[in-house]
Nanobody
Framework: QVQLAESGGGLVQVGGSLRLSCAAS????????MGWFRQAPGKEREFVAS????????DYADSVKGRFTISRDNYRNIVYLQMNSLKPEDTAVYYC????????????????WGQGTQVTVSS
């Protein structure tokens, strides 16, 4: 059983940056593919970024390509989401998720989820 805990959210102005962290415990972190998803009020949860278990493969939603970067530290059991050039439409609750081995854009393929962290971008 893997437990995930996000942190690093907050209020930031347009064009600013935030780095989200997701700390994992209770499992072999290095064997899990990790993903970041977000959910804005009144909208469905959507894919943001993902990284395979050894970090060899990454994927991004078109809306965040070139602005967001996913990375992982398998020694500290943390996955990060560096968010730059933030826009008001990035405002959402951000969730990290884990699944065995490979990563995925499909949220239904993930087995474990964190509680989420709020990101608010003010204009």
């Amino acid at each position: 059983q893997v437990q995930l805990a996000e942190s690093g959210g907050g209020l930031v102005q347009v064009g600013g940056s935030l780095r989200l962290s997701c700390a994992a415990s209770g499992g072999t972190f290095s064997s899990y593919g990790m993903g970041w998803f977000r959910q804005a009020p009144g909208k469905e949860r959507e894919f943001v970024a993902s990284m395979s278990w050894i970090g060899a493969s990454t994927d991004y939603a078109d809306s965040v390509k070139g602005r967001f970067t996913i990375s992982r530290d398998n020694y500290r059991n943390i996955v990060y989401l560096q968010m730059n050039s933030l826009k008001p439409e990035d405002t959402a609750v951000y969730y990290c998720a884990a699944r065995k081995r490979t990563s995925s854009k499909n949220l239904y393929e993930y087995d474990y989820w964190g509680q989420g962290t709020q990101v608010t971008v003010s204009s």
